[in-house]
């Protein structure tokens, strides 16, 4: 019984941890919710099938197209959204037996929906109604003597969303929130726990890269929890102390967790520049002497001392309480000081102190967020978590909405005159085809990566979906069960998997078709044929109208992420000198994001199936080292915090001069990236190693001195970094006077 209680609670944790918040779980839910809602109320009052299909894709769109973050305002977006579909519902079934003018009309709809993007989350929200409940009318062929059923439909619809949404399946910001704290504590844990699998494998063995690589993997994972939690805080907390506090405890974990690992890989790699957990950077293998014996022997007290701090912190539960648990976590936290460190090389010695950083961190994500914390110095309390002021982005001379509308509109045309030519009953897979591939993406790359994926899916839901079809003859409980499945995958697996979305939305269609005895293989078969051909049109359109190439896209967000790095060094150095300079750590998120973005956009130069295997090389090598110049700027950022009253790293003339010279040459990258030349001002190298910061006279403390070494170190990384990066975007590096 026990070991049944224990596999189900690993269950649960794996699952909670694989859907942080359980935003994508509560996602699918709701759409099955509201169709199965929306359907049975339909049914009661005898609806025919074109209603209860214009119902029931009503429901799902007004379920999970509103996005914004406030309950309120996703009332005021249903509230408006139903006149809307409404009007357009309305106009696609009078223009029903007008083709030419109805096609005609529709891309007129589709460039206006993208169009007003510009406006903000409602207008998009909006858009997308207009879009879909068009293409609905389209889809089901409706009449205009249908429309008072088609109109009660609709409203039944959009009134089963808000039952959902409000009651059924009501979800707080501040749940929310709690949620996605918790999902983070887990995948920490999910990191403790590969990481002591790095520990338990032997060095050099294909289990030990193995094990490696699930470190990076989990790391990437974990990242990815805590700026979800990050996004949550505008709306899932009462106060901006309270955002603060949640944000400085999550980033001193994520950093402090980061740092053991690098630490341990280091000491378990010796001779091997490891720097980093990212997973775009070449995994280095051991160039030097085994593992120390001194370190050998440490490495047997540094596992047990791992599985003591992963049993004695609680993660992702009530921390344990008692005697043993405090004599534990008391000579976990006793590293941090130097005491008890073991017989070591230095480098395992900083691994124990490390432990002892983690420990602390960890406890820390127990307090409550109002409770009282350090305050930090030269930054206002009511702006502890601000944003940086964001660099001003370069103005386009076409607005990417504007440019997108165009596309889209082009795109769409096109998919009507090939779709009617291929198919004049399945025309409008086509142009939702060619809709779906634009959304979200910025380049002709992001269309082709997202086009293909979509294909994927799609021929492999055919493929399912027939074989389904075959099992669920003459059971149509069956075929609508499966229905119903599909319509849950397709909005759990929206942001996990864009060709798993894609293959749910085909089995969905061919168990539809099932239930109304109109599937056939030439029916699946067109519907490949159609998406082929939207994707086409879509490539098409972005070649040829306004096109934005991959290069000059990523070349831009690699520009903005630079000058969210200059930001996040500036404020930390104002911070170390008590000015008010703004919040480092907003500064360190900001530029997590513009990492994230810069990853996306990256994608077609870094699948697997790209052609062009140099440019692949370049773009990983220039988001490996973006990435470890952030994680260093992070950790430079959560050390500044807590920083001693009475140490004024800032007034050291060394530390200014060195932070002045990477923005400087920071300022000449962004200018040889966003131009393709030089400016005039060279890059500097710099003068290699930091020194060790200088005692204050002999009353300097060690835990005064140790957090300035941590300063000028992440520092210095940052810069080693930059310089790199500059070598590798073929901008020469002058050696400094």
Same mark, same amino acid.
């Given at each position: 019984?026990?070991?049944?209680?224990?596999?189900?609670?690993?269950?649960?944790?794996?699952?909670?941890?694989?859907?942080?918040?359980?935003?994508?779980?509560?996602?699918?839910?709701?759409?099955?919710?509201?169709?199965?809602?929306?359907?049975?109320?339909?049914?009661?009052?005898?609806?025919?099938?074109?209603?209860?299909?214009?119902?029931?894709?009503?429901?799902?769109?007004?379920?999970?197209?509103?996005?914004?973050?406030?309950?309120?305002?996703?009332?005021?977006?249903?509230?408006?959204?139903?006149?809307?579909?409404?009007?357009?519902?309305?106009?696609?079934?009078?223009?029903?037996?007008?083709?030419?003018?109805?096609?005609?009309?529709?891309?007129?709809?589709?460039?206006?929906?993208?169009?007003?993007?510009?406006?903000?989350?409602?207008?998009?929200?909006?858009?997308?109604?207009?879009?879909?409940?068009?293409?609905?009318?389209?889809?089901?062929?409706?009449?205009?003597?249908?429309?008072?059923?088609?109109?009660?439909?609709?409203?039944?619809?959009?009134?089963?969303?808000?039952?959902?949404?409000?009651?059924?399946?009501?979800?707080?910001?501040?749940?929310?929130?709690?949620?996605?704290?918790?999902?983070?504590?887990?995948?920490?844990?999910?990191?403790?726990?590969?990481?002591?699998?790095?520990?338990?494998?032997?060095?050099?063995?294909?289990?030990?890269?193995?094990?490696?690589?699930?470190?990076?993997?989990?790391?990437?994972?974990?990242?990815?929890?805590?700026?979800?939690?990050?996004?949550?805080?505008?709306?899932?907390?009462?106060?901006?102390?309270?955002?603060?506090?949640?944000?400085?405890?999550?980033?001193?974990?994520?950093?402090?967790?980061?740092?053991?690992?690098?630490? &341990?890989?280091?000491?378990?790699?010796?001779?091997?520049?490891?720097?980093?957990?990212?997973?775009?950077?070449?995994?280095?293998?051991?160039?030097?002497?085994?593992?120390?014996?001194?370190?050998?022997?440490?490495?047997?007290?540094?596992?047990?001392?791992?599985?003591?701090?992963?049993?004695?912190?609680?993660?992702?539960?009530?921390?344990?309480?008692?005697?043993?648990?405090?004599?534990?976590?008391?000579?976990?936290?006793?590293?941090?000081?130097?005491?008890?460190?073991?017989?070591?090389?230095?480098?395992?010695?900083?691994?124990?102190?490390?432990?002892?950083?983690?420990?602390?961190?960890?406890?820390?994500?127990?307090?409550?967020?109002?409770?009282?914390?350090?305050?930090?110095?030269? $930054?206002?309390?009511?702006?502890?978590?601000?944003?940086?002021?964001?660099?001003?982005?370069?103005?386009?001379?076409?607005?990417? $909405?504007?440019?997108?509308?165009?596309?889209?509109?082009?795109?769409?045309?096109?998919?009507?005159?090939?779709?009617?030519?291929?198919?004049?009953?399945?025309?409008?897979?086509?142009?939702?085809?060619?809709?779906?591939?634009?959304?979200?993406?910025?380049?002709?790359?992001?269309?082709?990566?997202?086009?293909?994926?979509?294909?994927?899916?799609?021929?492999?839901?055919?493929?399912?979906?027939?074989?389904?079809?075959?099992?669920?003859?003459?059971?149509?409980?069956?075929?609508?069960?499966?229905?119903?499945?599909?319509?849950?995958?397709?909005?759990?697996?929206?942001?996990?998997?864009?060709?798993?979305?894609?293959?749910?939305?085909?089995?969905?269609?061919?168990?539809?078709?099932?239930?109304?005895?109109?599937?056939?293989?030439?029916?699946?078969?067109?519907?490949?044929?159609?998406?082929?051909?939207?994707?086409?049109?879509?490539?098409?359109?972005?070649?040829?109208?306004?096109?934005?190439? $991959?290069?000059?896209?990523?070349?831009?967000?690699?520009?903005?992420?630079?000058?969210?790095?200059?930001?996040?060094?500036?404020?930390?150095?104002?911070?170390?000198?008590?000015?008010?300079?703004?919040?480092?750590?907003?500064?360190?998120?900001?530029?997590?994001?513009?990492?994230?973005?810069?990853?996306?956009?990256?994608?077609?130069?870094?699948?697997?199936?790209?052609?062009?295997?140099?440019?692949?090389?370049?773009?990983?090598?220039?988001?490996?080292?973006?990435?470890?110049?952030?994680?260093?700027?992070?950790?430079?950022?959560?050390?500044?915090?807590?920083?001693?009253?009475?140490?004024?790293?800032?007034?050291?003339?060394?530390?200014?001069?060195?932070?002045?010279?990477?923005?400087?040459?920071?300022? $000449?990258?962004?200018?040889?990236?966003?131009?393709?030349?030089?400016?005039?001002?060279?890059?500097?190298?710099?003068?290699?190693?930091?020194?060790?910061?200088?005692?204050?006279?002999?009353?300097?403390?060690?835990?005064?001195?140790?957090?300035?070494?941590? &300063?000028?170190?992440?520092?210095?990384?940052?810069?080693?970094?930059?310089?790199?990066?500059?070598?590798?975007?073929?901008?020469?590096?002058?050696?400094?006077?």
């Amino acid at each position: 019984m026990k070991r049944a209680r224990t596999w189900s609670t690993d269950a649960r944790e794996r699952f909670l941890a694989s859907d942080p918040g359980l935003t994508r779980l509560l996602s699918g839910l709701s759409a099955v919710c509201a169709v199965l809602l929306t359907l049975g109320v339909l049914t009661a009052s005898d609806a025919s099938v074109p209603i209860l299909v214009t119902g029931a894709l009503t429901a799902m769109v007004s379920t999970v197209a509103v996005t914004e973050p406030h309950p309120r305002d996703q009332a005021l977006t249903l509230a408006t959204g139903g006149p809307v579909a409404l009007a357009v519902i309305a106009a696609g079934s009078a223009l029903a037996p007008y083709r030419v003018v109805a096609d005609v009309v529709f891309v007129l709809l589709i460039f206006a929906a993208i169009y007003i993007r510009r406006l903000g989350r409602r207008a998009t929200t909006l858009g997308v109604f207009a879009f879909e409940l068009f293409f609905v009318t389209q889809f089901v062929e409706t009449r205009v003597d249908q429309l008072p059923q088609l109109s009660l439909a609709v409203l039944v619809a959009f009134a089963c969303s808000a039952l959902v949404r409000f009651t059924i399946l009501r979800s707080p910001p501040e749940r929310t929130l709690r949620r996605l704290r918790r999902a983070f504590e887990l995948r920490l844990a999910q990191l403790l726990d590969a990481l002591i699998g790095v520990v338990e494998a032997v060095p050099g063995t294909t289990s030990a890269e193995r094990a490696a690589d699930s470190l990076r993997r989990h790391a990437a994972r974990m990242h990815t929890s805590a700026l979800m939690i990050h996004a949550q805080l505008g709306t899932g907390t009462l106060d901006e102390r309270s955002a603060s506090a949640i944000q400085r405890r999550v980033v001193e974990a994520e950093t402090a967790v980061e740092r053991l690992a690098v630490l &341990v890989l280091r000491v378990l790699r010796p001779g091997a520049d490891i720097d980093t957990l990212s997973r775009h950077l070449a995994p280095p293998r051991p160039a030097g002497p085994a593992v120390d014996a001194r370190d050998t022997a440490a490495l047997r007290s540094l596992l047990a001392e791992l599985r003591a701090l992963r049993a004695g912190t609680g993660l992702g539960s009530p921390r344990p309480t008692g005697p043993d648990h405090d004599e534990v976590r008391n000579r976990l936290l006793g590293y941090r000081a130097g005491e008890r460190l073991p017989d070591a090389s230095p480098a395992m010695r900083d691994v124990f102190r490390a432990v002892g950083d983690l420990t602390c961190a960890l406890l820390g994500l127990h307090v409550a967020p109002d409770a009282q914390t350090p305050e930090i110095r030269g $930054t206002p309390e009511d702006s502890s978590r601000a944003e940086s002021t964001p660099p001003k982005p370069r103005s386009p001379r076409i607005r990417p $909405t504007t440019r997108t509308a165009f596309q889209v509109a082009t795109g769409s045309a096109l998919a009507i005159v090939g779709g009617e030519l291929l198919s004049p009953q399945r025309w409008y897979w086509a142009v939702f085809t060619c809709w779906m591939v634009f959304i979200s993406t910025a380049s002709t790359g992001e269309i082709l990566v997202r086009g293909y994926r979509r294909l994927i899916g799609t021929v492999a839901g055919v493929v399912v979906g027939l074989g389904l079809a075959a099992l669920t003859s003459g059971t149509p409980w069956l075929a609508f069960s499966l229905a119903c499945l599909s319509v849950f995958g397709m909005f759990y697996a929206i942001t996990a998997s864009y060709a798993l979305m894609s293959f749910f939305v085909t089995t969905m269609i061919g168990m539809l078709y099932t239930l109304l005895h109109a599937l056939t293989p030439g029916v699946l078969v067109v519907r490949i044929e159609e998406t082929a051909l939207g994707i086409a049109c879509g490539l098409v359109a972005a070649l040829l109208v306004m096109p934005v190439r $991959t290069q000059d896209r990523t070349d831009q967000l690699l520009c903005d992420a630079l000058e969210r790095l200059r930001a996040v060094l500036s404020q930390s150095l104002a911070q170390l000198r008590g000015e008010s300079g703004g919040d480092p750590l907003g500064s360190a998120r900001a530029l997590d994001e513009a990492l994230d973005s810069l990853r996306v956009s990256a994608q077609p130069q870094t699948t697997q199936v790209s052609l062009l295997r140099s440019r692949r090389r370049r773009a990983l090598a220039v988001l490996g080292l973006v990435e470890t110049a952030a994680f260093h700027a992070r950790s430079l950022a959560a050390t500044v915090g807590p920083m001693p009253a009475g140490l004024d790293g800032g007034a050291d003339p060394h530390l200014v001069r060195e932070t002045r010279r990477i923005d400087r040459n920071l300022a $000449t990258l962004i200018s040889h990236v966003a131009r393709g030349d030089e400016d005039g001002t060279p890059f500097v190298r710099g003068p290699g190693d930091p020194t060790r910061p200088e005692q204050a006279g002999s009353g300097a403390r060690p835990e005064d001195i140790d957090p300035m070494r941590r &300063v000028r170190r992440h520092l210095h990384r940052v810069d080693e970094n930059v310089q790199a990066l500059a070598r590798t975007l073929h901008l020469p590096v002058r050696d400094g006077l």
